[in-house]
T-cell receptor, first 115, second 111 residues
Framework: SAVISQKPSRDICQRGTSLTIQCQVD?????MFWYRQQPGQSLTLIAT?????????ESGFVIDKFPISRPNLTFSTLTVSNMSPEDSSIYLCSVEVGGADNEQFFGPGTRLTVL | GQNIDQPTEMTATEGAIVQINCTYQTSGFNGLFWYQQHAGEAPTFLSY????GLEEKGRFSSFLSRSKGYSYLLLKELQMKDSASYLCAVRGNTGGFKTIFGAGTRLFVKA
């Protein structure tokens, strides 16, 4: 299993500013994912962040808007840049720890509100 | 690409059985998951199917038919605490082993 913490848990930000979300895992993992979940909706994959390589972004998400760092096997950051109210969402970090079930564990999420 | 369909909402009675269906289309398949998500909380893992057939875990069972692109989650002896969203998710094997989630089925359990 994996225990994941995220900082901050929530924030209220002004339009045009940037916020960096931190994700810390209690064990070393290769595959780490960032998702966004807007109110009442399911999870949308933003990018896959594997240590030692550039993050891979899904359609509709670009590095300039959502730069990601993955400096080691237990930590990652996602920055939401030049924010607009449309970026208001919950951002979740997730890891896959392997094993028979390929289960993903999720962090508690960061609730972002952009005014 | 990947496409996942599941009903938006379902309502069932405490003590009853409910089946939540999921159909999917994917360019590569490496497993299907069901996750439970209570309002305001992170998703938690329920089940994983990679081969055809039924997997049973207590009150929850999950079925997969790869040829039909179909899965269902069966919840027995429903309890009020089962009221939650149930997310069907598919793990691909093209472009990396990423998991894509369906829109989720919101289940309401009534007394």
């Amino acid at each position: 299993s994996a225990v994941i913490s995220q900082k901050p848990s929530r924030d209220i930000c002004q339009r045009g500013t940037s916020l960096t979300i931190q994700c810390q895992v209690d064990s070393q993992v290769t595959m780490m994912f960032w998702y966004r979940q807007q109110p009442g909706q399911s999870l949308t994959l933003i990018a896959t962040a594997n240590q030692g390589s550039e993050a891979t972004y899904e359609s509709g998400f670009v590095i300039d808007k959502f730069p990601i760092s993955r400096p080691n096997l237990t930590f990652s950051t996602l920055t939401v840049s030049n924010m607009s109210p449309e970026d208001s969402s919950i951002y979740l970090c997730s890891v896959e720890v392997g094993g028979a079930d390929n289960e993903q564990f999720f962090g508690p999420g960061t609730r972002l509100t952009v005014l | 690409g990947q496409n996942i369909d599941q009903p938006t909402e379902m309502t069932a009675t405490e003590g009853a059985i409910v089946q939540i269906n999921c159909t999917y289309q994917t360019s590569g398949f490496n497993g299907l998951f069901w996750y439970q998500q209570h309002a305001g909380e992170a998703p938690t893992f329920l089940s994983y199917n990679v081969l055809d057939g039924l997997e049973e875990k207590g009150r929850f069972s999950s079925f997969l038919s790869r040829s039909k692109g179909y899965s269902y989650l069966l919840l027995k002896e429903l309890q009020m605490k089962d009221s939650a969203s149930y997310l069907c998710a598919v793990r691909g094997n093209t472009g990396g082993f990423k998991t894509i989630f369906g829109a989720g089925t919101r289940l309401f359990v009534k007394a």
